[in-house]
């Protein structure tokens, strides 16, 4: 495993993978089996809202399904991604959605803009040394009682990965995290624990964790 702390090579190497993977990854997350799970933490994120028609934002929205279902759902939503290649996708399979090409780590938003954030598989991205940042531009642009949904994955350490058995070795930025970890990242910024589940291992795999977050 390669590390370098060095932020906008690690998002500049990861966003392009993205780009060159971009078809094959939204093949592979666009089945049924992910939909019904993610819809079911998505209506838990407005649960948690508890406010009509929220409008969220989708952090590293990928192939756009997110998107389609917060606005299903009765919500609007803007996608942001950092990889032009995944906002093209996104933009043909949900034509409708408002999508941006945006790094989580400069948000580029007005502030209390959002009433939630909902960020799946995304800020495993940045280093863990950015990420609090990350995480202080989440608490500007979302209102007072905002909620924010992260998922991410389970373990310790971080580093650029290039694994010859995911996407032919293409080298993409992993952090991981325990959950007490991940819960000290959002205390600092003030937030404390909603709900808090593991997905299904046959669903994704093992150790991949979904969390939510509110003040
Ligand atoms: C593992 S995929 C998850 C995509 C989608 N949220 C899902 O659940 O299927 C991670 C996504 O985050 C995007 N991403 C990575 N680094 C980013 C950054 N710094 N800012 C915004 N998006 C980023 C990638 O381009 C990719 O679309």
């Not at 590390?3 to 906008?8: A, C, E, F, H, K």
């Not at 642009?141 to 949904?149: L, T």
Request: net charge positive; charged share 25%.
């Amino acid at each position: 495993m390669l590390v370098n702390d060095d932020l906008r090579y690690v998002v500049k190497t990861t966003a392009r993978t993205y780009d060159t993977i971009a078809p094959e990854y939204c093949r592979k997350t666009r089945q049924q089996r992910f939909l019904d799970w993610e819809r079911g933490y998505i209506e838990r994120l407005f649960f948690s809202i508890r406010q009509p028609a929220p409008r969220l934002l989708d952090v590293g929205c990928g192939d756009g399904r997110h998107c389609r279902i917060i606005e299903e759902l009765g919500g609007s939503a803007i996608g942001i991604d950092r990889s032009r290649k995944m906002i093209a996708e996104a933009r043909t399979y949900y034509a409708r959605g408002h999508y941006v090409i945006m790094d989580m780590c400069a948000l580029a938003f007005r502030s209390a803009w959002f009433d939630g954030i909902w960020a799946s598989g995304s800020i495993y991205h940045v280093p863990k040394s950015t990420v609090g940042q990350v995480v202080q531009g989440f608490k500007r642009i979302v209102k007072r009682h905002g909620v924010i949904a992260v998922s991410f994955k389970l373990g310790s350490g971080e580093g650029l990965e290039e694994n010859p058995r995911s996407y032919r070795g293409s080298p993409r930025f992993f952090a991981y995290y325990t959950k007490n970890e991940m819960e000290d990242v959002f205390s600092r910024a003030g937030f404390s624990t909603i709900a808090s589940c593991a997905y299904p291992e046959d669903v994704y795999g093992d150790g991949i964790q979904q969390m939510w977050f509110g003040r």
